[in-house]
């Protein structure tokens, strides 16, 4: 099992930064990636930014250039670090855990651990 807990979420103004967090406990020796997703009111959950265990990442197009997804492993977190935000970023963001899954990808359906999500508000 593995546990997440997000925070840093919160309304800021189109064009500016919030840093997402996401702890992680329990097995997490176990962990092949782990990664954001959001998911915006009426619409599906989709993948924002992941990350292996030796750091390779991918991006979804929208937030490339934008976003920067990256981990402390001796604290055993994960951060989004989101920049130029803009109102169609607006969404409830999670941390998801891959275990067991050697692939990387953004697909949410590869994630199997996740956490009750932080809300981000972008407003302009």
């Known amino acids: 099992q593995v546990q997440l807990v997000e925070s840093g979420g919160g309304s800021v103004q189109a064009g500016g930064s919030l840093r997402l967090s996401c702890a992680a406990s329990?097995?997490?020796?176990?962990?092949?990636?782990m990664g954001w997703h959001r998911q915006a009111p009426g619409k599906e959950r989709e993948g924002v930014a992941v990350?292996?265990?030796?750091?390779?990442?991918r991006y979804a197009d929208s937030v490339k250039d934008r976003f920067t997804i990256s981990q402390d492993n001796a604290k055993n977190t994960l951060y989004l670090q989101m920049n130029s935000l803009k109102a169609e970023d607006t969404a409830i963001y999670y941390c998801?855990?891959?275990?067991?899954?050697?692939?990387?990808?953004?697909?949410?359906?590869?994630?199997?651990?996740w956490g009750q999500g932080t809300q981000v508000t972008v407003y302009s």
């Open positions: 998801a855990a891959n275990v067991g899954r050697p692939w990387l990808s953004v697909a949410p359906s590869v994630y199997n651990y």
């Open positions: 329990g097995y997490t020796f176990a962990v092949y990636a």
């Open positions: 990350i292996d265990s030796v750091g390779n990442t």
